[in-house]
């Protein structure tokens, strides 16, 4: 019997169509204003060391420009099996953490699998899970934005799914799960137990301490890392994943070849020579993110803990969108998430140097201090 096949229009001037699934997906974008002060996208406020990027532009012209680059990235791949203190067959890196992602839907998912994640979370693990035609299964958190693990409980057992995802730091509540709630996922969770911690050195524990471990399940852990924030590399678009060897076997083969360009694994690997560095920047942050802390119990927002280098928050005598717009004229751009699913009114901040801090926490303080809409 022949496959059906999709409708396609019978002459010129029409559209061809998408996939049905697709036709009503919307890219994900994060929309960009002209500001002096940005804090709406979690990237690192300070640059890479000035000696890192003297030894990337010695290195990049070391590189055989007219050859496909090293397809194993094996001297990055060792470089950070060595930062992690595991076997290099356990990792795998990607053009961002959201390409590792697709490249773990795209191995793992796809039609007739099913996907488990937990509301409100970062957006693209459904987005990314739709392009792969993985159906997704979802709970809601608590009401402090953690794992709620009954609800966990219930998702897992009535989806299987082939996936969970647990994002922890989560974007963009900001609470990190604790190892006791990874270690009950992973027991439940009948696949993949994939941990997003694209904000992890900010956050007091990490799912990596039970890679290769003998916890229940170990050996299904997925721990997905990213350049972007921490190591302030975000225009680089590098991330990896540790994981059981046969899952990078799996993203070995549905990467696309030479998907990692030489200079990437050149700014990756000379990266991981300034860790003190890195994490020079990280206390610095988790130092500003706590005085914002303090300084927001001072205002009429409702806030929540924050692990990561952002923090969640709802004003209470405006509407988030009034105080969105004021902070925009007073140059300052947040993120407004009040449209997302599970966070009526509320809006992010990303946490900057802290003279940008203080621009938002002025600009904040004066915009609350507007008389109340009626
Ligand atoms: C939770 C989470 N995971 C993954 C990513 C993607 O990061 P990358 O720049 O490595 O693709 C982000 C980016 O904001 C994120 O917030």
């Known amino acids: 019997m022949m496959e059906q096949q999709a409708t396609v229009p019978p002459a010129s001037g029409h559209a061809v169509p998408v996939r049905d699934d697709l036709a009503e997906l919307i890219g994900y974008h994060s929309p960009q204003v002209d500001v002096e002060v ?104 608590g009401a402090d934005f953690r794992l709620d693990l009954d609800v966990v409980d219930r998702v897992l057992d009535s989806a299987r799914p082939i996936i969970t995802f647990v994002c922890s730091p989560n974007n963009p509540t900001g609470r990190a799960e604790s190892p006791d709630t990874i270690r009950h996922v992973l027991a439940r969770a009948p696949g993949l137990v994939v941990v997003d911690e694209a904000y992890g050195q900010f956050s007091p524990s990490s799912a990596l301490d039970f890679v290769g471990g003998d916890v229940a399940g170990s050996d299904r852990l997925v721990v997905v890392r990213t350049f972007s924030k921490t190591w302030s590399m975000a225009a680089c678009r590098l991330g990896y994943l540790v994981a059981d060897p046969s899952v990078v076997r799996a993203c070995d083969a549905v990467a696309l070849p030479y998907h990692l360009d030489a200079m990437k694994q050149a700014a990756g690997y000379l990266a991981l020579r300034h860790v003190h560095a890195m994490e020079a920047r990280v206390a610095m ?16 927002v409702e806030t929540w803990p924050s692990d990561a280098n952002f923090i969640l928050f709802r004003p209470i005598t405006r509407t988030a969108r009034q105080v969105w717009d004021d902070l925009l004229a007073s140059s300052v751009l947040v993120r407004d998430c009040s449209t997302w699913p599970g966070l009526d009114e509320c809006l992010r901040v990303t946490v900057g140097m802290p003279a940008e801090n203080d621009r938002f926490l002025a600009a904040l303080g004066s915009s609350l201090n507007e008389r109340p809409s009626s």
């Open 38 to 141: 940005r804090l709406n996208t979690n990237e690192s406020p300070l640059p890479p060391p000035d000696e890192w990027l003297a030894e990337l532009q010695k290195e990049i012209g070391r590189i055989e420009f007219h050859r496909y680059p090293d397809r194993g990235a094996t001297a990055l791949r060792a470089a950070l099996a060595e930062f992690h203190g595991v076997d290099v067959n356990r990792v795998f890196c990607a053009n961002g953490s959201n390409e590792v992602l697709q490249c773990l839907l795209l191995a793992y998912g796809g039609a007739g699998r099913t996907a488990a994640l937990f509301e409100p979370t970062y957006a693209l693990h459904r987005h990314i899970a739709a392009l792969t035609a993985t159906k997704v299964e979802s709970g809601w958190r």
């Open 285 to 300: 942050l988790n130092e500003e993110r706590g005085r914002i802390t303090a300084a927001l119990a001072e205002l009429p």
